[in-house]
Nanobody, 122 residues
């Protein structure tokens, strides 16, 4: 299984980016998909998740109202608006089959992408 994240880059504060994550999962529709990020010197943290059906979404408080997660055809997206310097991080997409852990818990996710750098700076 492979997850390939893309769409990162340098953007000024207040700008927008759309991250994409393409997967090779044949049973994609059965997997919860999530986005996490790691800022320099920090632990990796939860950003957003979407249930296998797409009917439920979850967001970290720090991005709620600014970021939107969606999924379609073996891809998951993260639309990021009103970006702030504190959003600067490497963003990782992840896929999980089990529901033994909460959506925000890294242990829920079985497969991880390689990460894409997002830098918010003027």
């Amino acid at each position: 299984v492979q997850l390939q994240a893309s769409g990162g880059g340098l953007v000024p504060p207040g700008g927008s980016l759309r991250l994409s994550c393409a997967t090779s999962i044949h049973t994609f529709s059965r997997y919860t998909m999530g986005w996490f990020r790691r800022a320099p010197g920090n632990e990796r943290e939860f950003v957003a998740a979407i249930s296998w059906s797409g009917g439920s979404t979850y967001y970290a408080d720090s991005v709620k109202g600014r970021f939107t997660i969606s999924r379609d055809n073996a891809k998951v997206y993260l639309q990021m608006n009103s970006l702030k310097p504190e959003d600067t991080a490497v963003y990782y997409c992840a896929a999980g089959y089990s529901d033994s852990y909460s959506f925000t818990d890294e242990h829920r996710y079985d497969y991880w992408g390689q990460g894409t750098q997002v830098t918010v700076s003027s």
